[in-house]
């Protein structure tokens, strides 16, 4: 049940699946049937990298009743809660599901509004699974059938094939227990094949033969009627997995699956950024432009750039980066951070270099790449809650009169924190992507740091090795 022993070449592998089935303007269909259903789609985001996909969509970082109703006013049908609960403990990151549930339900109650509501967390697999989608099962007074597991992340290389969920490693898809990420001091697993990744990490409370499967045969040979009738069948929130290898499954699949929830199914949706697009009837979009860029806040001075994630591939996009000319690396040393005597000095000296770097330069923050562990009665998530709100405190302490032009984060925990803490964002709409499909925009609004400044969302694990510097590139040539 766990899958292949190793990867396989990944044209050889899909070919060998039934064709693509491709449904006509599926999109204005899903947007049609958006609309009669009368339902917000309501994404609580357990990390800020995932509005990588979407645009035009507003995105709280709070999420009062007072905020959800301003939600509510906005144009779009989806908005985004960005919880960030990835980064903490689990029981917190349950209240934290358990208070946004009782908020949406006061909301729902006010206005007549009714919501879908997707659990967003991270395309390989990591997070607070089932602890999220139980508190929200459990509190949001909804008698769920079913619970939709959907982590595919196209534009990533992350698909769901036979109830494997590959990761796209250049030419070879590799199952997921078997990448770096399987091995996450706070998050790891082993198991590939999606149910019994569900029985492992329900401790076998749930087996992984009592979980449900849509096909990929059901969606390219079947259609949407087949998706609806697998998903008729589904009750007692017993999770389903979702075979995808492309956005145009997923338009299948929730093509079936918005009809089976017309007629009296419900779900809770669990899945990666992919699913949220097209459950959100959002069309894609390409790149955006330095109109849209700097059409709030015109382009002056230099940019900044935060680096926290430690990832493999982070460190080699690191080096890509520094190598650009005209960039000014100022390294954080995690060691001095974690010793409560050297500490302050550390941050100082970081500060000092950013603001006199930032007159001149391009300049990039990023922590030094050895890996240090828990110990000394700290965990692995300790040292990076410390870390996190060192890089804080650099954004916190960037001079007002040298503004960047632009403030890219990287990695979740990071982007999350110089996004609330760093930047004051409570509110504000995800423009689009800088490179398509996995690096969010969002413009700040007028009670931030920095009115209209562009803030840039990249995820740790996703992109090719000369991403960030291709972002940086396009972000000073705006």
């Not at 070879?172 to 078997?178: I, N, W």
């Not at 609330?420 to 709409?429: I, M, N, P, Q, Y």
């Given at each position: 049940m766990n899958g292949p022993p190793g990867p396989v070449e990944a044209s050889e592998y899909?070919?060998?699946?039934?064709?693509?089935?491709?449904?006509?303007?599926?999109?204005?269909?899903?947007?049609?049937?958006?609309?009669?259903?009368?339902r917000r789609l309501a994404v609580l985001d357990d990390d800020p990298t995932g509005t990588q996909t979407v645009h035009g969509v507003p995105v709280l970082t709070t999420w009062s009743v007072e905020d959800l109703r301003w939600a509510l006013e906005q144009p779009s049908s989806t908005f985004y809660i960005l919880t960030n609960s990835r980064s903490f403990p689990e029981e917190e990151a349950a209240g934290m599901n358990r208070e946004i549930s009782a908020n949406l339900a006061s909301v729902a109650e006010r206005t007549g509004e009714d919501f879908a509501i997707v659990s967003r967390s991270d395309s390989t697999l990591r997070g607070y699974y089932e602890a999220e989608t139980e508190a929200l099962r459990r509190d949001l007074g909804v008698d769920f059938d079913g619970i939709v597991l959907c982590?595919?992340?196209?534009?990533?290389g992350r698909l769901t094939v036979d109830d494997i969920h590959w990761v796209r490693q250049a030419e070879r898809l590799v199952p997921a227990g078997e990448t770096e990420f399987a091995s996450d001091a706070s998050f790891g697993y082993s198991s590939s094949n999606l149910a019994a990744w569900v029985e492992e990490k329900t401790a076998g409370r749930i087996k992984a033969s009592e979980v449900s499967s849509v096909e990929?045969?059901?969606?390219?040979?079947?259609?949407p009627g087949r998706v609806a009738e697998v998903l008729l069948g589904v009750s007692g929130g017993r999770p389903v997995v979702v075979n995808a290898a492309s956005y145009a499954d997923i338009e299948v699949f929730v093509l079936g699956l918005l009809d089976a929830e017309k007629r009296g199914r419900r779900f809770l949706y669990r899945t990666?950024?992919?699913?949220v697009?097209?459950?959100?009837?959002?069309?894609?979009?390409g790149p955006l432009g330095a109109d849209e860029l700097y059409g709030h806040r015109p382009r002056r001075g230099h940019g900044l750039v935060l680096v926290g994630s430690h990832v493999e591939m982070t460190t080699r996009q690191l080096e890509y980066a520094l190598a650009l000319s005209g960039v000014r690396a100022v390294e954080l040393s995690v060691p001095r951070l974690l010793d409560a005597g050297t500490r302050d000095g550390e941050l100082d000296r970081v500060a000092s270099e950013v603001n006199l770097g930032l007159a001149e330069a391009e300049v990039v923050v990023y922590t030094s790449r050895e890996v240090v562990h828990g110990g000394a009665g700290r965990t692995g998530l300790d040292v990076g809650v410390s870390v996190s709100d060192a890089l804080v405190e650099v954004m916190r302490r960037v001079?007002?009169?040298l503004p960047p032009a632009f403030v890219v984060a990287k990695g979740g925990i990071t982007s999350s924190d110089i996004g609330t803490r760093g930047l004051g964002v409570r509110r504000a709409e995800v423009a689009g992507q800088v490179l398509p499909g996995i690096i969010s925009v969002w413009i700040l609004p007028e009670d931030s740091a920095f009115p209209g400044l562009p803030y840039i969302i990249f995820a740790g694990n996703v992109g090719e090795e000369d991403s960030l510097a291709r972002v940086i590139e396009i972000l000073r040539e705006g």
């Amino acid at each position: 049940m766990n899958g292949p022993p190793g990867p396989v070449e990944a044209s050889e592998y899909l070919a060998s699946q039934p064709p693509e089935l491709r449904v006509p303007d599926a999109l204005e269909r899903i947007r049609c049937k958006i609309s009669e259903s009368g339902r917000r789609l309501a994404v609580l985001d357990d990390d800020p990298t995932g509005t990588q996909t979407v645009h035009g969509v507003p995105v709280l970082t709070t999420w009062s009743v007072e905020d959800l109703r301003w939600a509510l006013e906005q144009p779009s049908s989806t908005f985004y809660i960005l919880t960030n609960s990835r980064s903490f403990p689990e029981e917190e990151a349950a209240g934290m599901n358990r208070e946004i549930s009782a908020n949406l339900a006061s909301v729902a109650e006010r206005t007549g509004e009714d919501f879908a509501i997707v659990s967003r967390s991270d395309s390989t697999l990591r997070g607070y699974y089932e602890a999220e989608t139980e508190a929200l099962r459990r509190d949001l007074g909804v008698d769920f059938d079913g619970i939709v597991l959907c982590p595919c992340y196209i534009e990533a290389g992350r698909l769901t094939v036979d109830d494997i969920h590959w990761v796209r490693q250049a030419e070879r898809l590799v199952p997921a227990g078997e990448t770096e990420f399987a091995s996450d001091a706070s998050f790891g697993y082993s198991s590939s094949n999606l149910a019994a990744w569900v029985e492992e990490k329900t401790a076998g409370r749930i087996k992984a033969s009592e979980v449900s499967s849509v096909e990929l045969a059901d969606i390219r040979e079947g259609g949407p009627g087949r998706v609806a009738e697998v998903l008729l069948g589904v009750s007692g929130g017993r999770p389903v997995v979702v075979n995808a290898a492309s956005y145009a499954d997923i338009e299948v699949f929730v093509l079936g699956l918005l009809d089976a929830e017309k007629r009296g199914r419900r779900f809770l949706y669990r899945t990666g950024p992919s699913f949220v697009r097209v459950r959100g009837g959002i069309s894609e979009k390409g790149p955006l432009g330095a109109d849209e860029l700097y059409g709030h806040r015109p382009r002056r001075g230099h940019g900044l750039v935060l680096v926290g994630s430690h990832v493999e591939m982070t460190t080699r996009q690191l080096e890509y980066a520094l190598a650009l000319s005209g960039v000014r690396a100022v390294e954080l040393s995690v060691p001095r951070l974690l010793d409560a005597g050297t500490r302050d000095g550390e941050l100082d000296r970081v500060a000092s270099e950013v603001n006199l770097g930032l007159a001149e330069a391009e300049v990039v923050v990023y922590t030094s790449r050895e890996v240090v562990h828990g110990g000394a009665g700290r965990t692995g998530l300790d040292v990076g809650v410390s870390v996190s709100d060192a890089l804080v405190e650099v954004m916190r302490r960037v001079d007002r009169r040298l503004p960047p032009a632009f403030v890219v984060a990287k990695g979740g925990i990071t982007s999350s924190d110089i996004g609330t803490r760093g930047l004051g964002v409570r509110r504000a709409e995800v423009a689009g992507q800088v490179l398509p499909g996995i690096i969010s925009v969002w413009i700040l609004p007028e009670d931030s740091a920095f009115p209209g400044l562009p803030y840039i969302i990249f995820a740790g694990n996703v992109g090719e090795e000369d991403s960030l510097a291709r972002v940086i590139e396009i972000l000073r040539e705006g």
